[in-house]
């Protein structure tokens, strides 16, 4: 077993709403190894970003509890003068919105400069130049000197994502963590922009989690993959594993509702409704049960936990073994899947 | 750059003369005019149509408004009946003293609203945001002539600290550095008062600036990368914040020339504000056509350089 970078410890991120506190992220528990990169799947609103900036500490106004251990340390009670210290430097991370990520009234070539400028104070203007303009070659964008002096209006979405990741890279974090960094791009920069965190990851040795809900892109960057429904981890396991035998009947769905072109496209394997807003969530159960009602009550565990079901493969709640996804589209109106 | 401010100067031009023809014929549409408000009654009724007669103002209304903006560009505002001098001569002095008076009211305006501002939005929801709330609030509802006539009697009548009228003590030799300390001694409490009206708009402005910078996304990238808070703040949210305020501009210089009129007559100010009213009251048309007018072209300036600072800071707008 290569080397633990961080270990997250049953993290609970709650936001407040009128006068509760609700957790978007619920007793999450996950581990990254150096040069090993952990997908974090699961669909829009399921609690991925919130648990990305947990570990970053980039909450404002939000309750964390449990542990987030980075190389042995626990930056979720850390001072913010430390914390500070590791974030830009120690790890790193992309953000998902290219377009608002940037600072507006703020030179390219300064905004990258901002990252190593904090970390090394040593560095002369020109060393520090040089770098960021070196960051940009790296990065893929074409005359670097030029962009160094432009605003973010005058760069298109791709470049302004390829001027996130070269901030994010510019002190060679042990762990970067990518908030579906191609989601606002399209497929050719898609893929250029993920052969660039690949080389990074291959370069520097560093942990990457790697945030997205298109499962392409899992299948070509993941070593292991977590499962995220409405706050929790529901599965996780190595990429091999979860692609061959899903268990949960969400990660099951998951795969089904990627529309491949073989089984028309007008077969979408969905399950029924939406994730359900913070303040709706169940907290008590499954929280899947209400997803798919037809499977019986006493399927499900009271309090559901992560069952290791081989090594390294964990399932959480016991509904899994009652539940028949349909293979073939008969049995799937029969369960009344729409 | 040139080309932004040209085009710029150039919209101008149309905006100005609508504005004088609009000032023109609202004048003409005043009740009476100055030979109504003369009360001799030496004078026939017969001779004062003679009056108007030869002063044209029984031509339509293009030919006397032709009339009176050729005289204007070359300077001629008219002939005040009241003073019975040139309207530019009257105005000459009172537009210096005003400009004075708005720009220490400018000054004392950023020097509240900014401090405020910051305060207020960087600690939203606070207590001391909730004071400085407070008072936004009050000085939203307090009319600005009420507020000027308790500081005057406060600071003015009671504590005399500050002159209760004129814009320089009587005697002093123009140009001395007597003569300039006066002249600012006279202008502190009218700008004072007229500012801590007019800055609520400027720091609840701000205030809101800062809360909604606060929560844009690269906001959170500048602390990603491992700046501190006080970095934070003053690199990112604040530059973020105050850049808007250069928009906010015309729109002060505007709310000024409505203050000028209250608190040059409270505080008995030799200004345009003064001149304004005084000349309405004694229906001194000549005066007011030309006061509304330099007025009005106070506030397309003020626009245009507040666009102007804006394309020079901005570089979402700046044209290279
Ligand atoms: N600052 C916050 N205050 C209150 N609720 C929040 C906050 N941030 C996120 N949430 C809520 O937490 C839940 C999880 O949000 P999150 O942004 O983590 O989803 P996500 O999995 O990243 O979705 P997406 O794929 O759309 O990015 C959502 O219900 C969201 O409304
Ligand atoms: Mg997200």
Redesign the pocket.
């Known amino acids: 077993m290569s080397e633990k970078l961080l270990e997250v410890k049953n993290l609970k991120t709650s936001?407040r709403?009128k006068d509760d506190y609700y957790a978007?992220v619920d007793d999450v528990s996950l581990s990254v190894n150096k040069n090993e990169v952990l997908a974090i799947v699961?669909?829009?609103?399921?609690?991925?970003?919130?648990?990305a900036f947990s570990i970053m500490g980039l909450?404002n106004r939000?309750k964390i509890e449990g542990n987030i251990m980075f190389k042995n340390q626990d930056i979720a009670n850390i001072s913010p003068a430390k914390l500070n210290k590791l974030r830009g430097n120690n790890m790193g991370m992309i953000f998902?919105d290219p377009l608002t990520a940037l600072n507006p009234l703020m030179e390219i070539g300064d905004q990258i400069g901002e990252a190593l400028l904090l970390h090394n104070k040593d560095l002369s203007k020109e060393k520090r130049k040089d770098k960021v303009i070196q960051l940009l070659t790296k990065v893929g964008i074409p005359r670097p000197e030029h962009v160094y002096e432009q605003f973010p209006h005058e760069l298109s979405g791709g470049m302004r994502q390829r001027v996130v990741i070269a901030t994010a890279i510019a002190n060679e974090p042990e762990l970067l963590i990518a908030d579906?960094p191609t989601t606002a791009l399209d497929v050719t920069i898609q893929s250029q922009i993920l052969d660039l965190i690949k080389e990074l990851k291959d370069d520097m040795d560093a942990g990457i989690i790697m945030?997205t809900?298109d499962l392409g892109v899992v299948a070509e960057m993941a070593d292991r993959v977590a499962v995220m429904y409405a706050g929790q981890i529901v599965e996780v396991s190595d990429v091999y594993t979860l692609f061959e035998s899903p268990l949960h009947p969400y990660t099951r769905s998951l795969f089904n509702s990627v529309p491949n072109t073989a089984e028309a496209q007008s077969k979408l394997h969905v399950i029924q409704g939406i994730v359900p807003?913070?303040q709706k969530l169940p907290r008590e159960g499954c929280r899947f049960s209400a997803r798919i009602p037809w499977v019986e009550e006493s399927a499900h565990e009271e309090h559901p936990e992560l069952h290791e079901v081989s090594p390294g493969h964990f399932v959480r709640c016991t509904c899994y073994k009652h539940f028949n996804f349909p293979d073939s589209s008969k049995e799937e109106q029969q369960h009344g899947i729409s | 750059m040139w080309k932004f401010s040209v085009r710029r100067i150039l919209i101008m031009i149309p905006q100005i003369i609508l504005l004088s023809i609009l000032i023109f014929i609202l004048a003409k549409m005043m009740p009476g005019d100055a030979l109504s408000g003369m009360v001799d009654p030496n004078v026939s009724p017969e001779r004062l149509e003679e009056l108007r007669e030869s002063l044209g103002w029984n031509d339509p209304w293009y030919v006397q408004y032709g009339d009176w903006v050729g005289g204007v560009v070359q300077g001629d505002l008219g002939q005040s009946f009241r003073f019975k001098m040139p309207v530019s001569e009257i105005v000459g002095q009172r537009i210096i003293n005003t400009f004075w008076l708005s720009l220490a009211t400018l000054i004392f305006t950023y020097l509240i609203a900014i401090p405020l501002g910051i305060t207020s939005g960087r600690y939203n929801d606070s207590l001391l945001d909730q004071a400085i709330t407070s008072y936004t609030y009050i000085g939203f509802a307090t009319p600005l002539f009420i507020f000027a006539l308790v500081m005057l009697w406060v600071f003015g009548f009671m504590l005399g600290w500050f002159p209760t009228s004129g814009s320089v003590s009587p005697g002093l030799e123009p140009g001395t550095f007597e003569y300039v300390m006066s002249k600012i001694y006279h202008l502190i409490l009218p700008a004072i008062a007229m500012a801590l009206i007019t800055t609520v708009n400027t720091v609840q402005y701000l205030r809101s600036e800062i809360i909604d910078t606060k929560q844009k996304d690269f906001i959170i990238t500048a602390r990603a990368k491992g700046a501190s808070e006080s970095r934070v703040y003053n690199r990112h949210i604040l530059r973020n914040s105050l850049l808007p305020l250069a928009a906010f501009f015309g729109f002060e210089i505007t709310g000024l020339i409505g203050g000028t009129i209250f608190v040059e007559n409270i505080f008995g100010y030799p200004g345009m504000g003064q001149l304004f009213l005084e000349s309405i009251t004694l229906r001194d048309y000549s005066v007011v056509t030309a006061v509304t007018l330099l007025f009005g072209i106070a506030a397309i300036l003020g626009a245009l350089l507040s666009d102007i600072i804006l394309s020079l800071v901005d570089p979402r707008i700046r044209i290279k």
Do not use: T
């Open positions: 936001f709403i978007a699961g669909e829009s609103g399921c609690g991925k970003s919130a648990l909450h939000a998902q579906e945030i809900h807003s913070l």
